[in-house]
């Protein structure tokens, strides 16, 4: 039987996320909320938000922390996650347990077999319906998306000087950037906090690397797109509660397609 494509399956999740994502970003300046709308506009481009929902939709009540992440997600107020951004923090960048250097593109990516649990429910009579997705993890492939809008305005910076267009793309990307640090610190957990604030050093890496040889090829592809998706199911499936392996799985996953597509 053939199967939707995910843009389809996910219409409603990517339809909310991108009408909740235009609100996130307001702006005074209407020059910056005209630039969000217009890229944010399609939900079919949304290919990051898909990969994200998909490993959550996956994962979601097979890890042994899901019960505590329900109860997390069913006594927070997700009031606060939806409401426009009106600060900004200064996050962590670097991670240490996820190396970034091209020696790990030396050897296949090593996988550890999930072990099969048996997912636990509530007694529904004092608890709430069950969630296919957190709210957490909405909010997460928005924060992808924001990210990868900004790193392609950053890159039609020209080099012309007199180029009108560089002052917009260079402070459109600057603000998207800013939203998503802000809407980041919103998620509660360290762990992603970290590993998406290394998306972004990543992402810049990748932009002044050259590829003078395969190995340094395949670095740069990992750092201008692998990291990305690499990271953010990672981080869909951390905010669930699954285990290492299946985060593991879900960032071998990420940073294939990503370079897929780079390459």
Known sequence: LS?????????????????????????????LQDLARHYFADSSSLVRSC???LFARATNA???????AVLAACSEDTRELDQPLTR???LPYWNPNMPDHAASFDSVFALRMPTTTT?????SSSSRPPLHLLPAQ????????????????HDQVTVSPSDSSNK????GGDFLLGRASAALSRLGSNHVVELIGSVISNISEGRVVM???????LKNAYLKTGSLMAKGARSAVLLAGGTVAMQDMAFAFGRNLGMAMQV
């Open 168 to 171: 917009l793309c260079i402070l």
């Open 51 to 53: 990969v994200i929902l």
């Open 88 to 90: 900004a923090d200064v």
């Open 211 to 217: 590829s003078s040889s395969w190995d340094e090829y």
């Open 119 to 123: 997912p636990r429910h509530h007694n």
């Open 3 to 31: 199967r939707p494509p995910p843009a389809v399956d996910l219409a409603p999740e990517l339809t909310t996320l991108r009408q909740n994502l235009i609100n996130l970003l307001g702006s005074a300046h209407p020059s």
């Open 138 to 153: 909405l909010r997460l492939a928005q924060i992808m998306e924001m990210i990868h809008v900004a790193s392609i305005l």
């Open 62 to 68: 097979s890890g042994p922390g899901w019960e505590r």
